[in-house]
């Protein structure tokens, strides 16, 4: 069985700058990730910005320059690659953590590498499959920085499995001159809602919330007010989708009725969440109202020896009270003692 010293799940800014610190305390760290380099962001929307400004976004100290205030997808991508070479980090891409457990002294990992998976969405390719395989190894430390966007939360309605149904959005201009259903009332539904619009789709926004919250960003929320106060953009507040169909979208609104409503296309954009299943199977002790996991908050080690978790994971439900502002430090915590 491979050996390896530690082994950090997840290639995203977090982990990333895990592979930093350890490797800066003389380690080797090998991190395996079961998308891309810093999958999270890659299947971020084309030509989508920040929120934030770049000095927020950096790791190890590498300086992140961008055209704009706040960079772009693209930008970031380059940014994340360019640490990547220079520090020189052996990143282990299309490769899944699938369970560990103590053995030997240390953890042993069952993974599976998986070189035809190209988007979190898709399922596993079928077993066997020539680009399918699977494997163990054992190491001393196992460091969780998973991160949550594989995950996307289900409406758990009937249809939702259909091929015209998607928990991502990429762009929006494959849309245009459709009837296009969208599910959610944060952030990222409104904004793909707009970018619809605007490339020539027909776009119904759906959201069980009856009003646009204050978590919304405050230079999006006038603009999708005004859209829907001029009959440019479609919404139904305050309502739930019941069901998909493939060529409708059944809810039911605050009134109590119900409407179809014609879709080409549905985009379900109601967040996601961690990996509480891999976590269970890893043996980590989880709150099951909060998610939160049996963790020292001075290490970041959970409940199994020698397993950490660093970044959103590590709170939880409470994703959005970890980014990668704050994240990015966890990394100096797990390894303070080398």
Not at 89 to 98: E, G, H, N, S
Not at 198 to 206: I, K
């Amino acid at each position: 069985m491979n050996r390896e010293d530690t082994v950090i799940v997840g290639a995203g800014p977090i982990g990333l700058a895990c592979a930093i610190s350890a490797q800066r305390r003389g380690l080797d760290p090998l991190v395996i990730d079961a998308g891309a380099i810093v999958n999270s962001v890659l299947h971020y929307p084309t030509g989508m910005s920040f929120f934030t400004t770049p000095e927020l976004l950096e790791i190890g100290g590498h300086p992140f320059t961008c055209a704009a205030e706040k960079p772009t997808r693209e930008e970031a991508l380059k940014y994340y690659r360019g640490v990547v070479r220079s520090e020189q980090i052996r990143v282990a891409t299309y490769t899944k953590l699938l369970t560990a457990q103590p053995s030997d002294g240390g953890l042993s990992c069952h993974m599976e590498h998986d070189v035809t998976r190209r988007h979190n969405s898709e399922p596993p390719s079928p077993s066997p499959s020539p680009g399918r395989s699977t494997g163990d190894l054992l190491t001393r430390r196992l460091v969780l920085a998973t991160g949550y966007y594989d995950n996307p939360n289900s409406l758990g309605v009937s249809g939702e499995d259909l091929p015209h149904v998607h928990h991502y959005f990429d762009e929006a201009h494959a849309s245009t001159g459709l009837d296009v259903v969208v599910v959610g009332g944060k952030n990222s539904a409104i904004e793909a809602t707009l970018l619809l619009f605007r490339a020539g789709a027909r776009a119904t926004l759906v959201s069980r919330e009856s009003d646009f919250s204050g978590s919304v960003k405050y230079w999006i929320k006038p603009d999708i007010e005004n859209r829907i106060a001029a009959g440019e953009i479609s919404a139904r507040l305050g309502a739930v989708v019941t069901a998909i169909e493939p060529r409708q979208v059944t809810i039911q609104r605050s009134d109590g009725e119900t409407e179809q409503l014609p879709t080409d296309q549905v985009y379900a954009l109601i967040g996601f969440q961690p990996d509480f299943e891999l976590f269970k199977r890893v043996g980590i002790e989880i709150d099951p109202k909060t998610g939160l996991p049996d963790i020292d908050r001075e290490t970041l080690e959970t409940n199994v020896p020698g397993v950490f978790m660093a970044g959103s994971i590590s709170a939880g439900q409470a994703t959005s009270s970890v980014f990668i502002e704050n994240g990015r430090f966890d990394g100096e915590k797990i390894f303070a003692n080398g």
